[in-house]
């Protein structure tokens, strides 16, 4: 966007420059609160179902009736063909700035004017912004990175609560579909990184978020605290994902690794990564089973077969569960 266009964007409302893209998979009926929230903050509010068939037919009829566009996938595409459509129903709005949410996600107020504030002095500091994240998501820090010009350098932020100018989305071009899942925003960030543009954060904006399954910590049968007295707990993935995760965790490193001002901080998210596989075999029952769902993967990724699991693999992380939840 040349200066004159983004003078007369920064006139207009703060809504009025974001549209919102929304991904849903069986969702149950707090998606409306969601949206009819979302809806306060932006222009325009698009949620894509991702193949659930009938039994979400009540909750995406209550968003159509409130306003919100619908679009619904014929089947199970995966987070990133989902996140594809939406980007291309934001060109019948044409809206400056596209902002992506999980159903999972709940905004608060002022959340995106926080962000699109935090995009304009980003520009007026002649930083070349590709994405904008709020420093915290649940509670984690987002940013890794040293300063920028005084500003916090966003590492890999989730898509969830992600804002992007969408010109630099026609840039980059559609997510990749056939990761299907996990590590999806990953490798959008560092395909913006490698086009020149950067990603920073909003000082002190959280993300609200749930995260997946948490599993206290336990060895030798004493479950370990923190510094304050509480249980350590850990995050850890539904069973089938560790096949997209150890496979995806291989793409990336095979077409990123070349990335130079990232190489260090791959390899190091590489090593964590790994530890955190055994961790989760140290914390399932089925482990047979996961270190199958995981070999799967592996050799998936080593011979790029990319798209949706196979049947047979799932079927396999369904003999798997976790011990100890929090």
């Known amino acids: 966007m040349n200066d004159a266009k983004h003078l007369d964007a920064e006139r207009r409302p703060t809504a009025q420059r974001v549209a919102a893209i929304v991904t849903s998979f069986r969702p149950d009926a707090s998606l409306v609160e969601h949206c009819a929230l979302l809806a306060e903050q932006v222009h325009r509010v698009v949620v894509i179902d991702d193949g659930s068939g009938a039994a979400a037919d009540e909750v995406l009829t209550a968003l159509a009736d409130a306003g919100v566009r619908v ?5 199970n595409a995966g987070i990133a063909n989902a996140i594809n459509r939406g980007y291309a129903a934001m060109e019948a709005f044409d809206p400056e700035l596209v902002i992506t ?3 999972d996600s709940r905004v608060t107020p002022g959340f995106v004017e926080a962000l699109v504030a935090q995009y304009d002095r980003s520009l007026e500091a002649g930083i070349r912004v590709g994405m904008v994240a709020p420093e915290y998501f649940a509670g984690f820090k987002q940013t890794q990175m040293p300063q920028r010009n005084g500003y916090l350098e966003a590492y890999q932020p989730i898509q969830s609560g992600l804002l992007m100018p969408l010109a630099v989305i026609r840039v980059l071009g559609p997510q990749r579909g056939d990761f299907f899942i996990d590590s999806v925003d990953t490798e959008y960030y560092l395909r913006a990184i490698r086009a020149g543009y950067a990603s920073v954060c909003a000082p002190k904006l959280d993300m609200p ?5 948490k599993l206290h910590v336990r060895v030798l049968g004493r479950t370990l605290k923190n510094k304050r007295g509480n249980p350590r707990s850990i995050s850890v ?3 089938f994902r560790y096949y997209y995760r150890i496979r995806n965790r ?3 490193n095979r077409e990123y690794l070349s990335l130079q001002s990232h190489r260090a901080l791959m390899l190091r998210d590489t090593f964590r990564e790994y530890l955190h596989y055994c961790f989760a075999l140290y914390c399932c029952r089925g482990k047979a089973a996961l270190v199958s769902v995981l070999w799967a993967g592996c050799r998936a990724g080593r011979k790029r077969r990319m798209g949706k699991i196979p049947d ?5 992380s369904r003999k798997v569960t976790w ?4």
Not at 71 to 75: C, F, K, L, N, V
Not at 323 to 326: D, E
């Open 323 to 326: 011990r100890n939840p929090a």
């Open 101 to 103: 949410f999980d159903q």
């Open 237 to 239: 993935s539904s069973p």
């Open 209 to 213: 978020h749930s995260l997946g399954h």
């Open 71 to 75: 679009e619904r996938q014929p089947q």
């Open 250 to 252: 291989m793409v990336l």
């Open 312 to 316: 047979a693999v799932a079927a396999r």
